[in-house]
C-alpha cells in the first residue's frame, strides 16, 4: 500500500482527527446556522413588503372620483380581489356609502372605528396575511382592507431555506475537509510516523524519522525531546539490567531469609501453642472431629481412632452434666464460638481429669461454613484447687456461725451477772447514801459507769452477732425525721454535755417527705454515729445533724463534726470490726465495732452508711435511708 494511502487510512481511523474533524464540521455549521437566521427573518419580512407595494400600484392604477357612487366602488373591489394573491377585500363604511365586502374578509382593522395608521397582521394557521390602509393612505373615502394568500411565501421560503442549507453543508464539508488536509499535512502525518517508530521495537529499539528532527517548531522540539529521551534509556538500559540481576540476587537472599524466619515463627508458634493449651482440635463442616494435635491421646487417655470421623452426638461423654452437654451442642449446630466446656474423662487407670474445651467456627473465602478450631485444656488441678477453696469456705463459714453461736451465748451469760452488779450498785447508791461517805459514793459511781460502759459493749456485740447470723428482724413503717432526730438528739445531750460538745439540729425550710425504717434500728443508727461525733471531738467543739433529700430520692442525715478528722491512710478501715483507728490506747471508751453494726443495720433498713473526712478540719457521716411513697403503710416484720 502506497505511503499516502496509508497515512490517508491512518487519519481516517485517528480517533484525534475524527474529532477535530466533527468539530471543525459543527462549528461551521452553528455558526453559518447563526448568521443566516437574521437573514431568514429578513427575507419574510421583505416578501410581505412586496405585497404592501403591489396594492399601493393598485390604488394607483384605479380611477379615482370626486364624489364616487355605490357600483363605481364595487367595480373597483372586483379589480382588486382580481388581483394576484387576492382573496379578500373591504371597503370600511362613511357616511354616504355602505361597506363593500368581496371574497374572505380580513381580521383588520382591529376596532370597528377606522383605525388612523395601517395595519398588518399575519394570520399563521390560514396562510393569509391582512392589510388595512385608512382612507387618508388610499385615493378613495373609505379605509380598505385586503387580505393576501400568503402560501406561496412559505414555499419560497421553504425553497430559500433548502438551497441556503445545501450551501452550508458545501461550505462545512469544504472547510472541514480543507482543515483535515492541512492538519495531516502539517501535525498527524508527523504524529502517525513518530508513534510507528516509537512502537518499534517495544519501544527501546524504536527509530525516529529523521525529518521529524530537522522541523524547526513544536513538533520538531517534541522529536528532538523523544529522540533525547530514548538515548537515555537505551544508556540506561545496560545499567537497569546489571542493577536488575544484583536486585534478582538480593531478592532471593531476602526470600530465604524470610523462609528462614518463617520458619522460626511457626517453630515458635508451635511452642506457645504447646505452652498455652494442651492440645488443637478440629471439625469438618460436618460437625465431625478430623483432627488432634500429639498430646490428645497422652492428656485424656482417649485414642484419636475413637473420635475421628464422628460427632460429639456419636461419642458422647459420660458423666457430663445434661444442661453443659445440651448448651454445648447448641452451639455446635448453631456454628457459635464456646469457652470453657469443662467435662470429665476417666482414663484407663480409673483416674478421672476434668477437660476445658475452647472452640471458634471458620468460615472459607466464599462465606460458607468449614467447620471449627479449637483448643483443650487439662484443668484437673484447677478443679482440684476450686474443689479444695470451696470446703475451706464451707469450713470457715461453720467456724464464722459457731464464733457467732459462742458470742451469742457469752454476750448472754454474761448480761446476767453484769446485770445483777449494775442493779447492786445503783441499790446501794439510792438506798444508802446517808450510810456512805464521799469516797465510797464515787467508787460506786465507777461500778455503775464502768458496768454500764461493758453493757454497752456487750449489747454491741450482740447486734452484730444477730446481724452476722441473719437473725436480726425489723419492722419497717413510715416516720417523720425531724421527729426521730429530736427523740435521738435529746439521748444525745447528756454525752453531750460530759464533754461540752454543742449539738445542733439544722433543718432546711419547707416539709421533709415521711421514711420507711424500724424506728428502733433507726435510733441504733444515729446514737452511733453522735456517740462518735461527741467523744472524738475536741471539748467545746460543735456537732450538726442535717437532714436533706439527694439527688436519688432518698433522705441523707448528715451528722458534721470539727473534730481531729481521719487520716487518709486510716480511711479504709473505718467500718472494720474492731478496728479503733489509733485510738486502741484513748481513754476514749469502744472496742471499735459501732460504725461496723451502723453499716450493717443501715443495709438491714435498705440504706447505706458513707463518710467525707479531713484530717485536721473535720467529718461527715452520713446515713441514708429510704423515703415512703404517698400511699406508705405499715410494713410487716422481715428476716433478714
Excluded at 448480761?415 to 465510797?440: C, E, H, V, W, Y
Aim: net charge negative; with cysteine; proline share 4%.
Amino acid at each position: 500500500m502506497p505511503l499516502s494511502t496509508e497515512r490517508g487510512v491512518q487519519l481516517l481511523k485517528s480517533i484525534v482527527g475524527r474529532r477535530i474533524a466533527w468539530v471543525v464540521f459543527l462549528s461551521v455549521i452553528v455558526i453559518e446556522i447563526i448568521i443566516l437566521v437574521p437573514s431568514y427573518l429578513r427575507q419574510t419580512d421583505q416578501l410581505l413588503m412586496q405585497m404592501d407595494r403591489q396594492d399601493e400600484l393598485l390604488f394607483e392604477s384605479l380611477a379615482i372620483t370626486p364624489h364616487p357612487d355605490p357600483a363605481l366602488m364595487e367595480d373597483h373591489a372586483k379589480s382588486l380581489i382580481r388581483a394576484k394573491n387576492i382573496i379578500g377585500v373591504y371597503f370600511s363604511p362613511s357616511h354616504q356609502m355602505p361597506a363593500i365586502n368581496l371574497g374572505e374578509r380580513p381580521s383588520v382593522p382591529l376596532s370597528s372605528s377606522e383605525a388612523d395608521g395601517i395595519q398588518r397582521q399575519r394570520n399563521p394557521n390560514e396562510h393569509s396575511y391582512d392589510v388595512f390602509w385608512p382612507k387618508d393612505a388610499t385615493a378613495f373615502h373609505h379605509g380598505v382592507a385586503l387580505r393576501f394568500d400568503v402560501s406561496h411565501i412559505d414555499d419560497a421560503l421553504t425553497e430559500y431555506v433548502l438551497r441556503i442549507s445545501g450551501l452550508v453543508l458545501v461550505i462545512a464539508a469544504f472547510v472541514t475537509l480543507a482543515t483535515m488536509w492541512v492538519l495531516k499535512r502539517q501535525i498527524l502525518d508527523s504524529l502517525f510516523a513518530l508513534r510507528n517508530g516509537l512502537l518499534t521495537g517495544g519501544g527501546r529499539d524504536a527509530v525516529i524519522p529523521a525529518d521529524g528532527k530537522n522541523r524547526q517548531d513544536e513538533l520538531g522540539d517534541l522529536y528532538r525531546s523523544v529522540q533525547t529521551m530514548l538515548d537515555d534509556v537505551s544508556e540506561a538500559h545496560v545499567d537497569d539490567k546489571r542493577d536488575l540481576q544484583s536486585f534478582n540476587e538480593e531478592l532471593e537472599q531476602r526470600v530465604q531469609e524470610r523462609t528462614d524466619e518463617l520458619r522460626q515463627s511457626e517453630i515458635r508458634f508451635h511452642a506457645f501453642a504447646d505452652a498455652a493449651s494442651d492440645w488443637f482440635w478440629e471439625m469438618d463442616s460436618q460437625l465431625r472431629f478430623s483432627y488432634f494435635s500429639e498430646r490428645f491421646t497422652e492428656i485424656t487417655g482417649v485414642p484419636q481412632t475413637a473420635l475421628l470421623g464422628k460427632t460429639r452426638e456419636e461419642t458422647g461423654i459420660p458423666d457430663v452434666d445434661p444442661t453443659v452437654w445440651q448448651e454445648h451442642l447448641e452451639n455446635l449446630h448453631n456454628h457459635q464460638s464456646f469457652r470453657s466446656f469443662i467435662h470429665p474423662r476417666i482414663q484407663s487407670d480409673g483416674t478421672t481429669v476434668y477437660l476445658a474445651i475452647n472452640g471458634v467456627p471458620v468460615y472459607a473465602e466464599d462465606g460458607q461454613f468449614a467447620g471449627f478450631r479449637g483448643t483443650g485444656r487439662d484443668i484437673t488441678t484447677a478443679m482440684e484447687a476450686e474443689q479444695s477453696l470451696r470446703s475451706a469456705k464451707e469450713a470457715a463459714e461453720h467456724a464464722s456461725q459457731a464464733k457467732s453461736t459462742f458470742l451469742s451465748s457469752m454476750s448472754h451469760e454474761l448480761r446476767t451477772p453484769l446485770n445483777a452488779i449494775i442493779g447492786f450498785a445503783q441499790l446501794m447508791k439510792r438506798q444508802r447514801r446517808s450510810q456512805l461517805d464521799d469516797s465510797t459514793l464515787r467508787q460506786v459511781d465507777e461500778i455503775l459507769g464502768a458496768g454500764r460502759q461493758l453493757l454497752a459493749l456487750i449489747e454491741g456485740v450482740l447486734d452484730l452477732v444477730q446481724i452476722e447470723s441473719g437473725e436480726a428482724t425489723s419492722k419497717l413503717t413510715s416516720a417523720v425525721v425531724a421527729d426521730l432526730l429530736g427523740d435521738t438528739l435529746t439521748e444525745a445531750q447528756n454525752l453531750a454535755d460530759q464533754y461540752a460538745i454543742t449539738v445542733e439540729l439544722k433543718l432546711s425550710e419547707g416539709p421533709f417527705p415521711e421514711i420507711i425504717t424500724d424506728r428502733i434500728l433507726f435510733r441504733q443508727c444515729m446514737d452511733n454515729l453522735l456517740t462518735n461525733a461527741i467523744r472524738y471531738n475536741a471539748t467545746g467543739g460543735h456537732v450538726t445533724v442535717k437532714p436533706e433529700m439527694t439527688s436519688t430520692g432518698s433522705m441523707r442525715i448528715n451528722v458534721i463534726d470539727d473534730g481531729p478528722g481521719i487520716d487518709k491512710e486510716m480511711q479504709r478501715k473505718v467500718f472494720t470490726p474492731f478496728e479503733r483507728l489509733g485510738h486502741a490506747n484513748s481513754t476514749i471508751p469502744g472496742i471499735g465495732i459501732g460504725l461496723t453494726v451502723t453499716q450493717r443495720t443501715a443495709a438491714l433498713l435498705g440504706g447505706d452508711v458513707g463518710f467525707q473526712s479531713t484530717a485536721g478540719e473535720g467529718s461527715t457521716f452520713w446515713l441514708e435511708i429510704p423515703v415512703a411513697e404517698p400511699s406508705a403503710r405499715n410494713v410487716a416484720s422481715a428476716p433478714v
